[in-house]
């Protein structure tokens, strides 16, 4: 016969594990937001609306999908910093993924006529010096792909999980990805970056599905969708996604931002001639520049689409 201090480790083991499973099905919720602040100084004080009252929300964390600044304000040390310490003045832990603006731009003479190449390392030197952890006044552990020593430089591609839901940032920008069309030029930093991007996002649904995922959230910058954006620079990512989304079947959602509008819909096809969508497939398109906006995403495991996304419009900013 079982002893009663056994029978109450055991009872109590089974209420936590039934209270565990029963947390997994909770809707929670993430912040998302992008391309600001741009006219400098005046925005710094919108910005710092933003973050007051996203500060104010119970999300479980922020994510800032890149262009902290216009391509035509300086790239220098200064601004990084300025933005850094922005970032980590929210409250709940914000991961962020780099735009164009704050590298890619940075050898315009608006800009400072950078080295974009070595801004590319400052950038990561600075906003990524922790690799294991997020930004912000509470910290997340991520994990890094600069732990898998063949893309020891990608600092800046994150995956995390939360309540059966995979998470991963991506680093894949405007200005048509730093792929210049031109025969000459080698695009050696764009091939090597692609290369790492297609392996972590591969890793991603690997992940979701060795853990039984109930859906997969991809943040990036670039707005690979418009094609006045250019496209030759996102061929080949978007052609993976699209096999890895059709195969994995369950809800996948890309959070981008680039284009300063907001947006929801549908834009891969199955069929492109019928435009028979991929129906497991969302893009959230994210608030910028003029509208210093943020999106609210709920993650509902009772509703069958799982992601349910709203406006979050600032007052003090309209």
Known sequence: MKSPVYIFRMFTLLVYAFCFSQNKEKPFTFIVLGDMPYNLPEDNVRFENVINEINKQEQ????????FKS?????????FQKILDYFNSFKKPLIY???DNEWTDCGKPQAGSYNINERLSALRAKFFKDTVHSLGKSKMILTSESSNKEYAKFVE????????????TIHLVGSNNNFDKDSLKSNEEFFERSKADIFW???VFKKAKANNSLGIVIFEHA??????KGKDGFVIFLKEL??????YKKPVLLINGDSHEYKVDKPLYENEELKKSVLNFTRLQVFGEADMH???????????TLFEINQFLIKENQ
Do not use: H, R
Request: aromatic share 8%; proline share 9%; with cysteine.
């Open 223 to 228: 707005d690979m969708i418009t094609p006045d």
């Open 201 to 203: 996002l591969n890793e």
């Open 60 to 67: 479980v964390f922020n994510v800032f999908v890149g262009d």
């Open 157 to 168: 591609n994150k995956m995390w999980d939360y309540n059966k839901i995979s998470f991963a």
């Open 71 to 79: 391509s035509k304000t300086p790239c220098s040390d200064a601004a």
């Open 294 to 304: 943020a999106v609210k995403v709920v993650v509902n495991p009772k509703n069958p």
């Open 97 to 99: 993924t780099p735009g």
């Open 242 to 247: 699209q096999k890895l989304v059709l195969d």
